[in-house]
């Protein structure tokens, strides 16, 4: 049988560790092997592992839980998708010319009932990363989205969405098929629909690209996602004309679940695994379901015309400013 | 959001230096230099021309309230939520405090915020209007734009009104972080309102509508209107030349290239542009009037040629 290789893929604060976990491996085959008892170290060693773990996730900088979002072994819509419902079909095409690999959707059904879901779709591996444009859809994964959410709407199915990616496509293809005209109708649209819409932030929110599949009766996002305006990168060349002051970027953006949460933006925040959902897919998985299946219940209870202006009033009240009265 | 930036290097490539005689009178702004065809045009005439170029139709930047006044009939005009002022939710700051920068470019316009907002009347025809100021922070998109924005749809809605919204703008206000994205979706949301009941909504592209601007309300009008030679895009030049590595086909993201491709309806010059916004609304108001306010006062059609 040939052992698969495990691609490991390690960001800087994930290092410490990582080899304080392979030790305590080593040492359980080697103990094995040589039929020793070494259960009293062992445990030693896993509270000293909860702690470290305990330590890095709670004292991570914005620009880490970037890096985080960004994970490549962070799972993708298509891996929740498979792991959350029992029955699931994509479906294909924007009926326009295209069908966009970067903007997933289909139907599914969850503990048996039905829902529509869709998603940015990134690469698994840089090959499927190639194909999928790392995620950044295209005005043609947008249409698809929208014929989805109105199919959706018609046989009375919830929407789920999921949002990653990294933006919406900046090229000269994207711009000649209306990446604006795209992502705006969708804005607009998503207030007109009945049925209920839950949309999660699983990984990178990325601007106008995300909010294009965002328009929510409860927004969402995974602890370790974020959401952000501007790509941290881009704004600090902006900003700091310096793309090198990213992590500054990060920081004043107010990029994770936890600002985003206090700041009103978003309804709620699903706890991750202690080392980020890709330490842990399966668990991450059921979180999400839970957290998602949670608030359906909730948005049940409503009318549809209860949903929708849950909806109007949710984006309507999001801003800051101040009255001034005249002197 | 990056096109700002592309917007900023431009304006660092101006013109060359011109005689010294004349320059001393076009600073004293009697005379105006065209900064496309360089053809020095009496300031008065120009003005009279609604900032276009007589010589080569170059379309001048318009103020908010110049533009206003170009639009309604004179002495109409009922400004909406003036006391709405700007706040810095983030704290936030990047090689300058953004209350500052606010307060900068406060001081600098006159205005409180990148649009203003109100009721008038066009040809006797009333509409709620929306204008944006590039001259505030180039235009961007933060929570005050957008709360006045809605608040004039909502209004619109009300009041059966037709909205008609002139956009320029680099897109989102990165200061406002995920607020200024959200605007985005909350405008997007009163204009579902406004169609619902059936109300015209007509954007005006000018220069330049870029970023979170295009991808919500310059892209949602019953009819869009754009003005020749506006920059409108989603996505900066410099950042699609970043990830392309390749020339940009001529014309890119021009007003021209948005007309061939399908996303606006027609290229007015402004010079046109009330008469063709009054046609519209007024063919979108079967019941309101019978007879094109038009015909009642040129006893004529409009003409699609422009007239200097
Ligand atoms: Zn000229």
Known sequence: MSKTKKKTFLLDFEKPLC????????????????????????????????????????????????????HPRRPSTLD???????EWLELHGDRGGYDDPALVGGVARIDGRPVVIMGHQKGRDTKDNVARNFGMAFPGGYRKALRLMEHANKFDLPILTFIDTPGAWSGVEAEKLGQGEAIAYNLKKMFSFDVPIICTVIGEGGSGGALGI??????????????????????????WKDAKKSDRAAAALKITSW????????????????????????????????AIWKNLEELWQMTPQQRKELRYQKFRNMGRFEIVEAQ | MSSLFDWFANIRKTEPAVQKQQEREIADGLWTKCSSCNSVAYTKDLQANQLVCPE???HNRVDSDERIKQITDAGTWKPLDENIHPIDPLKFR??????????????????????????????????????MDFRFMGGSMGSVVGEKLCRLIEHATAESFPV????????????????????????????????EAKLLYIPILAHPTMGGVTASFAMLGDIILAEPKATIGFAGRRVIEQTLREKLPDGFQTSEYL?????????????????????????????????????????????????V
Request: hydrophobic share 40%.
């Open chain 2, 94 to 131: 990047d090689r300058k405090d953004y209350q500052a920068r606010l307060q900068d470019y406060q001081s600098k316009t006159g205005l409180t915020d990148a649009v203003t907002t109100g009721t008038g009347l066009i040809d006797g025809l009333p509409i709620a209007l929306g204008v």
């Open chain 1, 214 to 239: 965002g328009v929510a009766d409860r927004l969402l996002m995974l602890e370790h996602s974020v959401y952000t305006v501007a790509s941290p990168e881009a704004c600090a060349a902006i900003l």
């Open chain 1, 19 to 70: 080899e304080l976990e392979s030790r305590i491996d080593q040492i359980k085959t080697l103990a094995e092997e040589n039929q020793v008892d070494v259960s009293a170290e062992i445990s030693q060693l896993e509270i000293r592992a909860d702690q470290l773990r305990q330590e890095i996730f709670s004292t991570l900088t914005p620009g880490q839980r970037l890096q985080l979002a960004r």
């Open chain 2, 259 to 307: 007309l061939e491709h399908g996303f606006v309806d027609s290229i007015v010059p402004r010079t046109q542009l009330k008469k063709t916004l009054t046609q519209l609304i007024s063919l979108h108001q079967p019941f309101y009037t019978l007879m094109s306010p038009l015909e009642q006062n040129n006893g004529h059609h409009s003409e699609v040629s422009e007239k």
């Open chain 1, 80 to 86: 929740y998708v498979q792991a959350i419902s029992d």
């Open chain 2, 56 to 58: 080569c139709k170059y």
């Open chain 2, 164 to 195: 008609v919204i002139v956009c320029a703008s680099g897109g989102a206000r990165m200061q406002e972080g995920m607020f200024s994205l959200m605007q985005m979706a909350k405008i997007s949301g009163a204009l579902q309102r406004h169609q």
């Open chain 1, 259 to 290: 600002d985003l949460k206090e700041l009103g933006i978003i309804d709620g925040i699903i706890s991750e695994p202690s080392s980020g959902a890709h330490a842990n897919p399966v668990d991450a998985a059921v979180k999400l379901k839970q």
